[in-house]
């Protein structure tokens, strides 16, 4: 019951942040930045997708903003 | 007035909206992890973290070895369960910390909050995301409006959030019951 839920608001999260990403933006990034945006795309876990990127959170949630991709939270 | 302790999603995303400062007047101190303060490096937010440290508003906490033990534990246990968003050790130690000093957990983490609902042992901790804290700002009239949804869009826009649409229809509607119109 509770699993249910939390799955059903993960995928609504996922298809938002699909939705509202600049993918021009993300394709043009670099392999790691680009892997690490794709991944926050689908998880929404900005302290993993920092570590792909290489840097740190802060420098990450910036990136996350130019990218378009909503924290949906 | 309660005690907090911030993860990194939080106070990073919190720290872009221009009534930042507000929330120092929901809770005695909030505390940071030494965690969180390695990844903050913009100027600005630094600026208002360490005026907010010499005015005693935020406090840093540093992780002793049984609460980082414990925090892995909270790891690995979030990881076992499938559909469960797992936590990483930065918002393992603000759940831990949460549960034994009772102190209310700030994250945007979805993680943090699933735990809380899953496991019988977090289930008292609270935990509250940017929608929880703007409510209970404009609940103890500490920002004032005629209108609670604009101050929500407004932290939507200045920090590329998005609140989901029906858990903020419900506070919405809670704040317009509970406050009325204030001016």
């Not at chain 2, 999603?9 to 120092?24: E, N, T």
């Not at chain 2, 102190?103 to 979805?110: A, F, G, M, Q």
Request: with cysteine; proline share 4%; charged share 35%.
């Amino acid at each position: 019951m509770h699993l249910e839920k939390w799955r059903r608001l993960e995928e609504e999260a996922r298809r938002i942040r699909r939705e509202e990403a600049d993918w021009k933006f993300i394709e043009k990034q670099p392999p790691k930045i680009r892997a690490a945006l794709k991944y926050y795309v689908e998880v929404g876990d900005l302290y993993v997708a920092s570590r792909i990127a290489g840097l740190t959170i802060d420098e990450f949630n910036r990136l996350r903003i130019k990218a378009r991709i909503p924290n949906v939270a | 007035m309660d005690f907090a302790i911030a993860d990194t999603c939080f106070l990073i995303d919190w720290s872009l909206w221009r009534r930042r400062d507000a929330i120092f007047e929901l809770f005695k101190t909030i505390f940071v992890p030494e965690t969180v303060m390695r990844e903050v490096v913009s100027a600005d937010t630094i600026e208002w973290i360490t005026d907010a440290l010499i005015k005693g508003v935020l406090s840093l906490f540093t992780e002793t070895p049984d609460i980082l033990e414990e925090a892995r534990v909270l790891v690995e246990k979030s990881r076992s369960i499938p559909v469960l968003r797992g936590v990483d050790l930065p918002e393992a130690i603000c759940l831990v910390v949460g549960r034994r000093r009772g102190y209310i957990v700030l994250t945007e983490n979805r993680g943090a909050l699933m735990i809380t609902d899953i496991l019988e042992e977090y289930r008292k901790v609270k935990v509250w995301r940017a929608l929880e804290v703007i409510a209970n700002l404009i609940k103890k009239r500490l920002l004032r409006t005629r209108d609670p949804t604009e101050i929500f869009n407004e932290y939507e826009r200045e920090t590329y959030h998005r609140f989901p649409r029906g858990e903020l229809e419900v506070v919405i509607d809670e704040l317009r019951r509970e406050v009325g119109e204030v001016a």
